[in-house]
């Protein structure tokens, strides 16, 4: 075993290697914070504590990035388990350090629960969210990766909690940022805890045909190298058996024995440009057959994590399959250590790399990506620029998702309606917090609630944020509060009228009134009421439906019907029996004649029609007085009708009126029959020459005296010239 010190030396050897510039002093000065911090906490196996940061900094240095992130990896640690403040690091070692050292201490202290699909996206998605820098997350996946190395000293049931976590989070991640070979070697560490049985067949059973593939990986390479030197193109060439976890994947998703599977052998060849790419493609396919469809051009289309690489599965010539990647050297440390590969280069030509330049490159990477994963990887990556999602925790450990800057009231309604409604205090990461607390990215919530909660309050509808939240709110209020909901609603009501510059009055008139509760699905105004105290409609809403009724009645012009429909409802009396009296008859049947249209106090006479009774006409009428000059036969069917004495029958009778139109004068006109309660069961308007126009109105009467002041108030209408009975 080599000393701690001593393998510090060699992390700093490494990392002159591949960056001159780097402040060793600085570096050197983390590690000694850290291995005093630490002081004399050990690892599990024994080791001296800082062994652990020292290792999760040589595979940071591995990865091949600055020197911040190497003090962080160093320091990162500190805080969770140490003395150390975040002070004292940002001091020491600056804030971006500090800031690193703060994210990874803040994805440590994220526990995995559920082992749900769903979950599993949403905490992958929470990390992206709360790591800001992306660094965090490469120095959190170093930090697994050794842990998972050196799990063996770790109580058996931890060790399969911890790798079925970095088997569904970490793993997923480092695939998605593209670093596959963190990604397989924590694969490959964490399947022998989590199916330990099958992994020690494969291991054994590898084991046993050790000799006989290392000798086909070696024929092959050997006739692959010679073939390729001869035709002057350099390249390093490298065999292998498959991973383990691939290996395991494959047994089990098709049910093989590790003798049944053909392609276990892989073969790798870097070459120096994307030209000799295909050139060694070309070799490799006339030295051996092609497997068809098994054929994929990478470089062409890079895979949504910028790997990209020549694929193609060949047969042997002792009909052994295999499969061989063809890449150059960039593609290569792009397909092992991805985003980190690519921010070394950055690094490495222009010395700091700006927060925005980082960005900015992996905004284009996304852009780029076509396929169908890209989307996937879009959206994982997204949520730490783009970011309008919040990840809180239940004090279970469940994740719950919700718009950016939710409250404690908006986390409690995303828990059950229940929660919300008898909610008395909640407490963000054990601490008391107002409701109006704006939640972060890992918060602990806890809602506390009490059946004597006197439930929300209306102002919570001013401070939740998710949609859900609001409407369980107006859901509750609706229910629970009608009463005060009316009144609550009915002030709300009168003082949006009074900003809107409409009386009550005006606003309330009864037939308007109704059409705009009817046109807004109320039934009565007290519904509307209530619906306006809980939020279920805002009183503006109610006031635009009126003023737009408003503006309907004053241009109704067209409309006249529809006033006459609604004129048409008020004073609905009952229609009674005729009321005539046929001199000389008792019970015959009466109608009265169109023509005229009589009513009481009108001077009548009654002609016994065929078949039909007695027609009543006017006195007057036309027909009455032209059928004088008829012969003595037909003057024999007039016979003398009288009134009956009747309050309450009505009769139908016709007013024709002469007018010099103007916008407004059927609403006028209307109205005033409408004030004396006159009903008006037809109303036509027609225009004779210019302006002026003649206004036919069917109205129903008690009799002639309310038909004759009724005639006289229209007469006083602006713009009225005649009004006269219609004498058929
Ligand atoms: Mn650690």
Redesign the pocket.
Known sequence: MISVEERYNQLEATIKEYLPAADTERIRAAFEFARKAHGNQLRKDGSEFVT??LA?AEIVAEIGMDDDSICAALL??CIEDTDATFEDIENLFGSDVAGIVEGVTKLTRVTYTSAEEEQMENFRKMLFAMAQDIRVILIKLA?RLH?TRTMEYVEPEKQREKALETMEMYAPIAHRLGMQRLKWELEDLSIRYLDPAACTEILEGLKQRHVEDEAFLESIRNRLSERLSEYGISCQITGRIKHLYSIYRKMFSENLLLSEILDLHAFRIIVSDIADCYNVLGHIHELYRPIPGCFNDYIGTPKPNMYQSLHTNVIGNDGIPFEVQIRTWDMHHTAEYGIAAHWKYKEGKSGKVADEEKFAWVRRLLETQQDSDAQEFMQALKVDMFADEVFVFTPRGDVVNLPIGSTPIDFAYSIHSEVGNTMTGAMVNSRMVPYTHVLNNGDIVKILTSNASKGPNRNWLDIVKSPEARNKIRLWFKKEKREENVIHGKLSFESALRHADISIEEATQYEMFMKVLARLSFGNSEEMYAAIGYGGITATKVIHSIQEELRHVAKIKRTDDEIVDKTKKIAKKKREPHGITVEGSENCLIKFARCCSPIPGDPIIGFITKGFGVSVHRQDCHNYLESQNEPESEQGRWVRVFWEKTDNNLYSTVIDVQVIDRVGIVVDVASVLNSLNVIITSFNARVESGEDTHMTIVVEVNNRDELVSAMAKIMTVQGVTDVRRADG
Do not use: G, I, R
């Open positions: 652990h940061p999760a990162h640690d930090d842990n």
